[in-house]
């Protein structure tokens, strides 16, 4: 599974990286955070139809006619167009490669609204003895930032909604994590993974055109041996009110590869306010 990322670099840089323009719902500065857990908001990379108008004619099925790259905001927990609220996205922050084509949830979102979840790096925690877990953190071995392969969505709703034109809606656009069996460099830390694009797979996995159901399958599979590296680090990450450049820190004699003091991370359900 894929339940926590950091995400601290400026989205202005990374905009860039990605070649992308910044959306009007993110501030190029950012805010910095070393622990975000689900339901909060996240960045993303997708290619978006070039207007509002376009956009409601992709959301019925229509491939749009003009489309542009952009870095934007979505809140994790991905919620289909036909759920009655949110409360869903509790569930749905991560989509398993094997039946993402085909669950209702996300077979819609499959079709074309993929998006690559973009991250610093990521934590995962190592099973223990008596139910304990020791939490690693993830980055890619090349020092560029992730992009993890994912879905997002348009929920058309929100406070009042029902009083309001289907057209005039408050929207929230909302995003999933695409999780496949562990490859090597998850080693014996878990045995899933989120799927981590490869530069050269980006335009074949965004293009919201491309319908070939068994070429995008094909992407979603465990990154090669070397792509990513991890540390072990501080049991604090596990409760979400900690938040810092501290908590992707080493931990002392992480190297020496001993025992580490290991403990059930604090899972605190996040609200829906970011």
């Not at 805010?31 to 960045?43: D, K």
């Not at 877990?133 to 997002?152: E, I, M, S, V």
Request: with cysteine; net charge negative.
């Amino acid at each position: 599974m894929c339940g926590r990322i950091a995400l601290y670099s400026e989205p202005d840089h990374l905009a860039r990286i990605f070649d992308a323009l910044l959306g009007s719902d993110v501030d190029p500065s950012g805010r910095p955070s070393w622990n975000v857990p689900p339901t909060r908001s996240i960045l993303g990379v997708a290619d978006v139809p070039d207007s509002e108008a376009a956009l409601s004619a992709e959301g019925s099925g229509a491939v749009p006619s003009g489309v542009h790259r952009e870095l934007g905001r979505y809140r994790w927990g991905l919620v289909p167009s036909w759920a009655k609220d949110p409360s869903m996205a509790n569930r749905t922050f991560n989509a398993r490669a094997e039946t993402v084509a085909s669950k209702p949830s996300f077979r819609a979102a499959f079709t074309s609204r993929r998006l690559a979840v973009v991250a610093d790096g990521f934590y995962e925690w190592k099973p223990g003895p008596r139910k304990t877990r020791q939490p690693y953190y993830f980055t890619r071995a090349d020092g560029q930032p992730l992009a993890l392969a994912g879905l997002w969505e348009q929920w058309w709703g929100g406070p009042g909604a029902a009083d309001e034109p289907e057209g005039e809606r408050p929207a929230m656009r909302t995003c999933t994590v695409i999780t496949t069996e562990a490859g090597p460099d998850m080693g014996d830390i878990h045995h899933r993974m989120p799927v981590v694009l490869d530069p050269a797979v980006l335009d074949e996995w965004l293009d919201p055109a491309n319908r070939d159901k068994p070429e995008l399958e094909s992407l979603l599979v465990a990154s090669p041996a070397g792509t990513l590296v991890h540390r072990r680090v501080a049991r604090t990450v596990g409760n979400v009110r900690n938040d810092g450049p501290e908590l992707i820190e080493a931990e002392p004699g992480e190297s020496t590869l001993t025992q580490p003091d290991l403990i059930e991370p604090e899972l605190i359900q996040p609200t829906l306010d970011d």
